[in-house]
């Protein structure tokens, strides 16, 4: 009998009706530690107050109106993310697939309003994750994501990350854009490092290109920065969000400076519910945390014991364990056995990681966990290693 919902996911049998923090009750009076946050979405944990209280009160008062009208909430989210990056302008949608969408569509209007219609195509790289819609599809280029579904959209070429003479010859006159995760999460936590992201950036420049950085996973604090290129000190034409920024709401952003969406204007691109006052609502709360004073200081230092606890694990268990990867608190572990037995052994222990591409084990706990759970994951960790590696 076909499943009333769609079985396109290969679900794991259990389902939770609870969460607090960093923990997740499940239906048979299971408690979890939740290191894979719904995939880097609840940055703040489960039913933060703050942002439960956010969306009660906006959902009391008005929930959609469609952007037929001016939305309050949306502009103060987007002035307050302008603020705070590169970007002049944001457009709102309601995921990291549609944030992309609009990049891919804005740096194409870009060019046709510059009176160059011809430049369309988007570079991406190997072990990229751009989404699920046909153009991210395309965008992502792996066969398996590609797979029955029928020609491939147009406009994209691949080259390996850091392969610069690939890159050079893969330009041509229809290049639009180069696209890069400053983290290749999906990919197997793969830190694209500062030099690479410095000299796309000069690529870019050099060849009249737009470079949007997808920063759909490593976006609102995950790294330790509000954006993870800013490690690098580049500046983006482009960026995408997605995940985090709504703290569990579905919300997705895509930003970009003045220049690059002069092409966005009324009537080019839209979305129902994009930004719509409780999306917004919920957006506004997850800055009121994640700006806070310090907040990002302790990311980056909770990501720091978080990845030194871990490189001792992996050295006390280097037959189970290859390396520790990853950035602020968007951290992998390469596995030396199936990664999914290291989830499903995680699990039996209480503890919740999502695997990544490359045989990686993922960690992706809410920004604003404590020590305590640090302990917890790395005990239970070290427990399963003890256990494979025997
Ligand atoms: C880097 C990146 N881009 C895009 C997406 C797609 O986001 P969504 O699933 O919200 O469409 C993801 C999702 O994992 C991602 O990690």
């Known amino acids: 009998m076909t499943a009333a919902v769609m079985p396109t996911y290969g ?19 299971g408690k979890y530690l939740d290191f894979a946050t ?6 703040l944990g489960h039913s933060h107050p703050h942002i439960v209280a956010a969306i009660q009160k906006q959902a009391a008062t008005l929930m959609h109106t469609s952007n037929l009208y001016n939305i309050p909430g949306q502009e103060r989210l987007a002035e307050r993310l302008v603020a705070k990056s ?9 995921s990291g697939a549609e944030a ?9 209007r870009y060019h046709h309003v510059n009176g160059d219609p011809e430049r369309y195509r988007v570079i ?14 395309a965008a992502t280029g792996t066969e398996k994501i590609l797979d029955g579904f029928g020609p491939k959209v147009d406009g994209f070429d691949h080259v390996a990350v850091g392969d610069f003479d690939a890159l050079q010859a893969a330009i041509g006159p229809q290049t639009a854009a180069i696209m890069i995760e400053p983290v290749q999460a999906e990919g197997g936590v793969m830190v694209v490092e500062d030099a690479v992201m410095q000299k796309l950036r000069q ?19 995950r790294t330790g920065k509000l954006l993870a290129h800013e490690w690098s000190g580049i500046s983006a034409d482009v960026v995408t969000l997605g995940k985090g920024i ?3 709401f579905p919300i997705g952003a895509c930003m970009a400076t003045a220049d690059a969406a002069k092409g966005m204007v009324a009537g080019t691109h839209g979305s129902t519910y994009g930004g719509n006052p409780l999306a917004a609502a919920a957006g506004n709360a997850v800055l009121d945390v994640i700006l806070e004073d310090g907040f990002m200081e302790n990311v980056q230092r909770l ?22 990867r990853g950035c602020g608190l968007l951290l992998g572990i390469k596995c030396k056995f199936p990664n999914m037995d290291l989830v499903t052994s995680m699990r039996g222990k209480g503890v919740l990681v999502p695997p990544a591409g490359d045989n990686v084990l993922r960690l992706l706990p809410p920004l604003n966990i404590e020590e305590g759970h640090i302990d917890e994951a790395v005990a239970a960790l070290e427990d399963v290693c003890r256990e494979m590696g025997q």
């Open 100 to 108: 992309n969408e609009c990049a891919i569509k804005m740096v194409r």
């Open 38 to 43: 719904g995939l880097a979405v609840l940055c």
């Open 203 to 221: 690529v870019c420049d050099d060849n009249g290109l737009l470079l949007i950085i997808d920063e759909v996973q490593t976006g609102m604090g």
């Open 86 to 94: 590169f970007a002049d302008t944001v457009f709102f949608c309601n």
């Open 246 to 248: 709504g703290g569990g």
């Open 124 to 137: 991406t790289f190997d072990d990229c994750f751009h989404g699920r819609t046909l153009a991210t599809i």
């Open 11 to 29: 679900r794991i049998d259990i389902a939770f009706q609870r969460g607090e923090g960093a923990y997740m009750y499940d239906t048979k009076g």
């Open 303 to 324: 990501g720091d014991l978080l990845r030194s606890r871990l490189e001792d694990v992996c050295q006390r268990n280097d037959a189970v364990i290859e390396d520790v």
